[in-house]
Structure formats: C-alpha cells, structure tokens
C-alpha cells in the first residue's frame, strides 16, 4: 500500500533498546511504527539500540505496518552513524528530530538516496518555516513534537492544546499544501483513556491523519477516533448516489439530510470511503 492510501490511524513508538517491545509490536494493531533511537533511548545505550534495531529490521516481519526510524540529530555523537546504519534496509521513512529548517533535511538526505524522510516539528523555529520543509522534494510526512514544543513554548498543559494552536495549525496548512501525511503529538497520561480520546478527535477535527502513541493501550482508541465513523461511511454512500442522481437529472447540485451537497462535497465523501476500504484491507490480511 502507497503512502497517500495506507491509513496512518496510530503510529507507534518504541524505544529501539527495549527488545521486548520490539517482538510484541509484530502483534500490535498499529497502523505504523517510529522505531526510535532518539529521546526513548539512553545515552549509554545509543550504540547497542542502533545494532539491536538494524538487526531487528532485517529479520522481523512487521506485515503491513509502516516502519519508521527516528533517528538522533545529527548534531549529536550518534546522528551520522545512525543514517548510515539504515541504508539499504527497507523502511518507510527515516524521522528527523527538532527540524529547523529545510537546510536540516538537506544535511540526511545527501548522507542516504531514495529513502522518504519525515520531520519532527518540535521547535518554534521549525513551525515557523513549516512551508518551507513541508516543500523540501525529499519529505514526506510531519510529525507534531508536542513535549518539546511546550518545553521550548515555556506553555502549561491544557486540555484544549490552546497555547500549540498556531504551531499545530501552521504544520497543518503547509503539509496540506504539500501533501505531506500528518501526524499529532503523543498524549503523555497513557492510562487516561478519556484524556487521549479528547486529544484524538481534537486532532482528527484539525485535520491530522492519525497520532503517535507511547503505549500498547492507546492503539484501540486512536484507530476508532482517526476511521471514518459507521455514520460518516453511510452519509458518505447517500451523498455520492444522490449527486449522481442529480447530475443524471442535468442538475450539478444534490441535498441530503437538508444540505447542499456539490462536486467538492463528493471529493471529500470519496475520500472517506478509500480511508474505510484501506482500514479494511490493512485488517484483512495484508497487515494487522
Ligand atoms: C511508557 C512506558 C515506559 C511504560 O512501560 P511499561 O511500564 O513497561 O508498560 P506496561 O508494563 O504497561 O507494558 C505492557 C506491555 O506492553 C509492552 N509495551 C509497552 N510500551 C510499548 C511500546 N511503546 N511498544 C510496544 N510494546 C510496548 C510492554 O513490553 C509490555 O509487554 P508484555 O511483556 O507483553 O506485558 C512504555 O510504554 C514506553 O517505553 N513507551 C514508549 C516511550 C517512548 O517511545 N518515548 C519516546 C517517544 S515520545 C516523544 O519523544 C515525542 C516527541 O519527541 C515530543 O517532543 O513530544
Ligand atoms: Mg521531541
């Protein structure tokens, strides 16, 4: 499945040192996965996570989920060797911490051809050129570094995300613009299931694609909060067979449940159907 039709629901990190975690996310209903070399992983460990996760990479089978390696900064001791450890394993993406500007993506993108690369936007600088790097030619997706966004905002936790709103929103219109997957920010607490829930139709209503997780736990919720919902699947299916009935009528304008429905509103009830079809296929077999 390519990028732009596979679902992108919950994506999942896992630290690259814990090999636990490692084995049981063959099993876990993620749509993808960050495998990561970055913040989950300790200093003294950074070497043996590297080597633990190429290894793994090569052997196990993840089915259809997409893998996803985040990798250090290459301002740091562990950056370079870290690109250069995943060249020629076949992975989605390679996800770049604290992205600046689109200069930080040139940097990894000559150290390794032809693999996609994803952003971290964690930064306000980052969020502030969120145009820039979401039209470098190399990237394909942006995923929101929300604890690193408030640290360096100096902002509290709100339920509501008020004071990332902009950050947030800025990522959202320069990733559309240029076709990038989009994904949230993690949501901490992970035993509040009302808590993430909140969060992830915050996030679908804003437009994201799906939201990152640090536990097992989350998966369910952000898999129902980010498919089209039994309702939207249905409206979407009268939408399109009254739209084409007014068309066969020589009218370009239909009306369900009491509102307009026109050719864009067909767009986006096509589109809610591939989403269902591709969770679909994703369950069925080729995948989870
Ligand atoms: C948060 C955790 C440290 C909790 O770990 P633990 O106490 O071990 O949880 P459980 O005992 O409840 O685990 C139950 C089983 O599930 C497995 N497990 C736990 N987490 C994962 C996972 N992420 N992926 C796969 N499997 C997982 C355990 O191994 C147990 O299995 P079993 O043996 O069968 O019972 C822990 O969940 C964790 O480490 N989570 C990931 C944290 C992480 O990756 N953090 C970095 C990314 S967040 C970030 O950096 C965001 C961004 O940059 C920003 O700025 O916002
Ligand atoms: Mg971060």
Avoid at 155 to 183: E, K, N, Q, Y
Avoid at 252 to 265: M, R
Avoid at 276 to 285: F, R, V
Wanted: with cysteine; charged share 25%; aromatic share 4%.
């Amino acid at each position: 499945m390519d990028r732009q039709s596979r679902p992108w629901r919950s994506v999942l990190y896992i630290p690259g040192s814990k090999e636990r975690a490692l084995e049981k996310a063959t099993g876990l209903a993620a749509d993808a996965i960050i495998f990561d070399l970055e913040d989950a992983v300790a200093v003294e460990e950074k070497p043996r996570a590297r080597q633990l996760l190429a290894q793994t990479l090569k052997t196990r089978d993840y089915g259809g989920r997409a893998r996803i390696v985040r990798i250090n900064g290459l301002d740091t001791d562990w950056g370079r060797d870290d690109v250069l450890a995943f060249a020629g394993i076949e992975i989605e993406a390679i996800l770049i911490p604290k992205v600046n500007s689109a200069a930080d993506l040139d940097a990894v993108a000559a150290l390794i051809p032809g693999v996609d690369l994803w952003a971290m936007m964690e930064t306000p600088l980052g969020m502030l050129n969120a145009a820039e790097i979401a039209a470098h030619p190399r990237l394909t997706g942006m995923v929101m570094g929300t604890n690193d966004l408030a640290k360096d905002l100096g902002s509290r936790f709100r339920a509501d995300r008020l004071p990332m709103m902009a950050g947030l929103g800025l990522c959202v219109l320069a990733g559309r613009a240029h076709g990038v997957t989009l994904i949230d920010g993690v949501y901490n607490a992970f035993k509040d299931a009302e808590g993430l829930l909140f969060e992830c139709e915050q996030g679908r209503d804003m437009g994201f694609d799906g939201k990152t997780l640090i536990h097992p736990d989350q998966l369910a919720i952000a898999n129902t909060a980010f498919a089209p919902s039994e309702a939207e699947i249905a409206l979407a299916a009268r939408q399109i067979e009254a739209f084409d009935a007014a068309l066969a009528a020589g009218q370009g304008v239909a009306v369900v449940d009491g509102k307009i429905v026109e050719n864009l509103h067909i767009v986006t009830a096509k589109a809610t159907l591939a989403k269902a079809a591709a969770i679909a296929a994703l369950a069925g077999g080729e995948g989870l």
